[in-house]
């Protein structure tokens, strides 16, 4: 139990550390945010900025939980880098053909489709992020010993660190002044963030080969 609680606090730090360097990078989930903020209501935005928060919490603790499995093998962990590259790639690519095939529709009442729609993009971007998937390897793989309760523990901090965050761009980029300015060039904009989605996730893909 002594040895347990003595590794929390540095388990604690350092996965904030290593999720705070995340988001103050533009990555994915920033700009699946950014885009319900300027492309939807302030409502659908806030649910995508909730299903990041929920995806990054999962993806922090699967890979703390993970972490024995990973110290063995390398090949694991690079075919887990792989695979959050690609589901970001094909989530960029429709970003990019929605923009493309599809003029932006006026603001409509959410469905409860619309919501888990919403929610499951924020977390897909955020459970499968190549840069939070390496930053918490590393954090986890510095970690000698954790318990099902430092998991949890850093799962909450996880979730609370991206909600606040990512709920404050949602209610920024949702602002009207914003979104008249998005509306002129939906296309353009949307394009572009499928577009930066894509590069992203094939840069991540050419360094974990």
Not at 16 to 34: D, E, Q, R
Not at 68 to 87: D, H
Not at 99 to 112: F, N, T, V
């Amino acid at each position: 139990m002594g040895e347990a609680g003595a590794t929390l606090p540095a388990e604690i730090a350092a996965f904030a550390a290593a999720y705070t360097n995340v988001i103050l990078i533009p990555g994915p989930s920033f700009v699946v945010v950014c885009e319900a903020g300027l492309s939807t209501t302030r409502r659908e935005a806030s649910l995508v900025a909730v299903g990041v928060a929920c995806g990054a919490g999962v993806l922090a603790t699967t890979i703390l939980q993970a972490a024995p499995v990973l110290r063995t093998s390398p090949e694991l962990m690079s075919a887990g880098r792989v695979g959050c590259a690609l589901i970001l790639l094909v989530m960029g690519l429709k970003i990019l053909c929605h923009s493309l095939m599809q003029a932006r529709k006026a603001g409509q009442p959410g469905s409860s489709d619309i919501a888990r729609t919403r929610f499951m993009t924020g977390f897909i971007a955020a459970a499968t992020n190549p840069v939070s998937f390496a930053s918490f390897t590393a954090a986890a793989l510095a970690v000698r010993r954790t318990e099902h309760g430092d998991c949890f523990i850093v799962a909450v901090m996880i979730f609370l660190m991206a909600l606040a965050w990512f709920s404050t761009l949602a209610f920024v980029f949702s602002r009207p002044f914003l979104t008249v300015h998005y509306n002129r060039a939906a296309r353009t904009l949307g394009s572009v963030m499928g577009c930066v989605l894509m590069v992203k996730a094939v840069s991540f893909l050419m360094s974990a080969l």
